[in-house]
């Protein structure tokens, strides 16, 4: 079967090329089951035997669109992919509520899993706040900051996040210690925060209320306990001073103010 027919249709669609590779995956994995007819009710079947319930719906979000493709109904599918939402949901709002019930802090793999949890479930915005402070170890006015695709004649006395071919060019002129550090820039080539930003108008608006979204990505964590946490892990010497220029704070003041025992 030749998928060009179907991986075009899905550029026609304005998909991102992540979510894509993610469709044309799924029906090469099901080969069988796609190159053949199929009613909707196969399909559930098909899709419920997924392990888990992020699984399950990224299967039926392929089907829905194979069906779209092929001109053929999609409506019992759509009904599954919302009810599939609504449980991945709920089972997200358990182990958050989980997290911030527990009075120790959770590890840094619990973060991850949650940054991936957000991902799943196309909460993007959380996604990204909770992917620039894990990887960039940075404060909440950091990700401050408009999503532009033309990073030209834009003000240096704001944060950008730039969308380019194969990157995003995050301009970091706004935040607590750029007086002393200068503006910062960042290369982001994760395929998956790219995918997540372009679906956002900026990550954090200067009208939120920076510390109650911040802990909405975190399980309700601020932006000072998930570097501790991220700290709290066994890093290099070399890993030290990277959060340390990252971040724009001095290397002492990591090591007295960050440590999670504190």
């Known amino acids: 079967m030749d998928l060009r027919p179907f991986t075009m249709y899905l550029q026609e669609q304005g998909l991102h090329t992540?979510?894509?590779?993610?469709?044309?995956?799924?029906?090469?994995?099901?080969?069988?089951?796609?190159?053949?007819?199929?009613?909707?009710?196969?399909?559930?079947?098909?899709?419920?035997?997924?392990?888990?319930?992020?699984a399950k719906k990224s299967l039926a979000n392929t089907v829905s669109k194979w069906l779209q493709y092929k001109r053929e109904n999609n409506d019992e599918i759509v009904s599954k992919i919302r009810f599939l939402s609504a449980e991945y949901e709920r089972q997200s709002q358990v182990k958050r509520k989980a997290m911030s019930k527990n009075k120790d802090l959770p590890t840094c793999n619990n973060l991850i899993q949650l940054l991936q949890d957000h991902y799943d479930a196309e909460r993007w915005k959380e996604y990204c706040i909770l992917f620039l402070l894990l990887t960039?170890?940075?404060?909440?006015?950091?990700?401050?900051?408009?999503?532009?695709?033309?990073?030209?004649n834009r003000s240096n006395?704001?944060?950008?996040?730039?969308?380019?071919?194969?990157?995003?060019?995050?301009?970091?002129?706004?935040?607590?210690?750029?007086?002393?550090?200068?503006?910062?820039?960042?290369?982001?080539?994760?395929?998956?925060f790219m995918n997540a930003i372009q679906q956002l108008n900026c990550v954090l608006s200067a009208s939120d209320n920076l510390d109650r979204a911040v802990k909405k990505a975190t399980g309700g964590l601020g932006e000072a306990s998930v570097l501790k946490i991220y700290l709290s892990t066994p890093r290099s010497a070399t890993e030290f001073k990277r959060v340390s220029k990252s971040r724009g704070t001095d290397l002492n003041t990591l090591l007295t103010s960050y440590n999670i025992s504190k």
């Open 157 to 192: 006395h704001f944060n950008w996040f730039v969308i380019r071919k194969d990157s995003v060019l995050w301009k970091r002129n706004l935040y607590k210690t750029v007086e002393t550090y200068g503006a910062k820039q960042q290369v982001i080539k994760n395929k998956q």
């Open 18 to 54: 992540t979510t894509i590779y993610n469709h044309i995956r799924h029906v090469r994995y099901h080969f069988t089951f796609f190159s053949a007819d199929f009613t909707q009710d196969q399909a559930i079947d098909l899709i419920d035997l997924a392990n888990t319930t992020s």
């Open 136 to 152: 960039y170890n940075v404060r909440n006015l950091d990700m401050v900051g408009d999503v532009v695709r033309d990073g030209r």
